[in-house]
């Protein structure tokens, strides 16, 4: 079992940065592709970014390449999302998830464990 915790979030003026963190416990996360999601209220869930477990090679949503960047540090057990160049419509609460054998990275579904979410409020 993982368990995923997110942290970082917070209210930011628009134009502003944050880096989201999430962090694991009861098993390395070393071996799990991570993924980032995020949703608004009214919104469906929306992929943001992954990296894969062996390599850590990124993929992004086109919504949000060039102001994300997802990184990992299997060391801590933990995985990062840095956002810049936020705008209010990036108001959600974001979310952390765990997978073992993820194929397509962008469906939720592909995912083993999530997190509660960090609420990130952009105002402008």
């Known amino acids: 079992q993982v368990q995923l915790v997110e942290s970082g979030g917070g209210l930011v003026q628009a134009g502003g940065s944050l880096r989201l963190s999430c962090a694991a416990s009861?098993?390395?996360?070393?071996?799990?592709?991570m993924g980032w999601f995020r949703q608004a209220p009214g919104k469906e869930r929306e992929f943001l970014a992954a990296i894969s477990g062996i390599g850590g090679g990124a993929y992004y949503a086109d919504s949000v390449k060039g102001r994300v960047t997802i990184s990992r540090d299997n060391a801590k057990n933990t995985v990062y999302l840095e956002m810049s160049s936020l705008k209010p419509e990036d108001t959600a609460v974001y979310y952390c998830?765990?997978?073992?054998?993820?194929?397509?990275?962008?469906?939720?579904?592909?995912?083993?464990?999530w997190g509660q979410g960090t609420q990130v409020t952009v105002s402008s």
């Open positions: 009861g098993r390395s996360l070393s071996g799990y592709a």
């Open positions: 998830a765990a997978g073992r054998s993820v194929v397509a990275a962008h469906i939720g579904n592909e995912y083993d464990y």
